[in-house]
Nanobody, 130 residues
Framework: VQLQASGGGSVRAGESLRLACVAS????????IAWFRQAPGKEREGLGC????????DYTDSVKGRSTISSDNNRKTVYLQMNNLRPDDTAVYYC????????????????????????WGQGTQVTVSS
């Protein structure tokens, strides 16, 4: 398995969750890793990316200010910390990875051509109740 997401669950509005994405060593070292989500009946939505070498991150407006992406090099894991969750954050959350891109390029793909991400993990469900 190249990417495996976990950490989803059912929470109440205002609570927090931390999702984890465990990557294979090659993926972790050589790819930009991103988080996406897809709510029922809606298109897939990019959330943000991380360069695991310099730990630089960038976010889309969907979660900016409420979420933080980080990485643990020893565990080969990328995290998505989400705070102050709202019912409209309910979705299946996915991690994905793209090779041979800079962080700005990956963010551009995220916004315009998400299908160009090379590797996708299985999703983890997040349900937020009011």
């Amino acid at each position: 398995v190249q990417l495996q997401a976990s950490g989803g669950g059912s929470v109440r509005a205002g609570e927090s969750l931390r999702l984890a994405c465990v990557a294979s060593e090659i993926i972790f070292n050589d790819y930009i890793i991103a988080w996406f989500r897809q709510a029922p009946g809606k298109e897939r939505e990019g959330l943000g990316c991380i360069n695991t070498h310099d730990k630089r991150t960038d976010y889309t407006d969907s979660v900016k200010g409420r979420s933080t992406i980080s990485s643990d090099n020893n565990r080969k894991t990328v995290y998505l910390q989400m705070n102050n969750l709202r019912p409209d954050d309910t979705a299946v959350y996915y991690c994905a990875a793209v090779w041979a891109r800079t962080l700005p390029q990956a963010m551009g793909l995220m916004r315009n051509r998400p299908h160009d991400f090379d590797v996708w993990g299985q999703g983890t469900q997040v349900t937020v109740s009011s």
